[in-house]
């Protein structure tokens, strides 16, 4: 059995990472050991590593993973659609784990906001089982966490996201109530809003409009389905809302989701909403982001609006049986557009972070 394993570890925000070596232990009751094969490079994590979100120090950062099992422990015996699982199997799991009963939970049906909730990347490195996060050549699976095998079919490039931006997408358009012959509009086509463009038109929307200010994420939402993109510099003032609402007639659109992380884009997205509209925010994961918008619109236009954080697991198997039926006609892990080794995660961050990348993934 190997005793050690190494972890790029983020000892404090905007300083390098360093690759260190931590204790390996047998799996406990209900652990898997997961031997890492790749992790993606989300947006909250840059944000954690810009210290713009706080997050434990040291600490292993990544939760978009997937692996192999290579310990199993003897309570931990199937995934979530009640697969046997085994020594080998590639899977992933739920960026969060909550072990026991729990009022939003039982009551509410909200596991992902349970009492005690803790994340994947959002641990400290320095307490056992120090390995709870992607950036290393190892993971523990807890307890509480659903576990999810993945089809053969998929690659890793395929699978990586699966478990934060696409449950999160699907969890998005479920929340947004988007159907047949719907006009949405995504503000933000990182890789989650490319997720929602091709997801919304799958649920039946007609017409989907996507906003960014990158040319080459306006291309690929085309590609994903998108009937309309916009780039937001063009724009000065009202001019955006004016263009959206002339692209979705009589009144506007049906649904706006925001998944690019910038409150002020909230008031104009609000303005693109048809009477009776939905409003759904999803990017919005670091504290202080304050806007101000005239809340008399909510009541006479009748517009719902709602945030959503995280997602129920059920999503993420949503989430995988979408990429594996549309795989042959989206081109999804092209969304993966650079790979790094763990020896090279600075330089992998450093990518992500200006935006030069849909998704960088690191394979250790």
């Known amino acids: 059995m190997t005793t050690t394993a190494r972890a790029a570890v983020y000892e404090s925000p905007n300083q390098p990472f360093e690759i260190r070596e931590f204790p390996l232990r047998p799996v406990a009751d209900g652990e898997l050991l997961v031997r890492i094969s790749m992790s993606s490079i989300c947006r909250s994590d840059i944000h954690s590593w810009q210290g713009k979100r706080p997050n434990p120090c040291p600490g292993i950062l990544g939760h978009e993973i997937i692996g192999t099992i290579d310990q199993q422990g003897s309570q931990m015996r199937c995934d979530l659609r009640g697969q046997t699982l085994a ?11 909550h072990d026991g009963t729990d009022y939003y939970q039982d009551l509410h049906d909200l596991p992902q906001k349970a009492g005690g909730l803790r994340k994947y990347g959002h641990e400290a490195a320095d307490s056992e089982p120090h390995f709870l996060g992607g950036f290393a050549e190892y993971c523990y699976v807890m307890p509480g966490t659903g576990v999810l095998k993945l089809s053969d079919q998929l690659r890793d490039e395929e699978a990586v996201p699966l478990n934060c931006a696409a449950a999160t997408m699907a969890s998005v358009c479920e929340a947004s109530q988007i159907g047949l012959g719907d006009a949405v509009v995504i503000q933000g086509l990182g890789l ?11 649920r039946g929307a007609t017409r989907v409009i996507g906003i960014d200010t990158i040319p080459a994420r306006l291309a690929t939402a085309r590609r994903f389905g998108a009937t309309c993109t916009l780039n937001a510099d063009d724009f000065v003032g009202d001019d955006l809302i004016a263009a959206v609402r002339r692209e979705t007639p009589p009144d506007g659109a049906d649904a706006v989701l925001e998944v690019c992380g910038v409150a002020g884009v909230i008031p104009a997205g609000l303005e693109m909403l048809r009477k009776g509209g939905r409003y759904t925010t999803a990017g919005l994961v670091s504290p202080g982001a304050d806007i101000t918008f005239d809340a008399n619109l909510l009541v006479q236009r009748m517009i719902t609006l709602r945030g959503i954080h995280n997602y129920h697991p059920r999503h993420l198997i949503q989430a995988h049986d979408f990429v594996l039926r549309e795989r042959t006609n989206l081109p999804f892990g092209e969304l993966i557009e650079a790979c790094f080794p763990l020896a090279q ?4 961050f450093r990518q992500a972070a200006d935006r030069s990348v849909m998704r960088a993934c690191v394979t250790p």
Not at 87 to 97: A, K, N, P, S, Y
Not at 192 to 202: H, N
């Open 192 to 202: 989650l809003g490319i997720y929602g463009v091709a997801m919304a038109r799958a």
């Open 87 to 97: 020594v080998g199997d590639r899977i992933t799991w739920t960026e969060f784990f």
């Open 345 to 348: 995660i600075n330089h992998a």
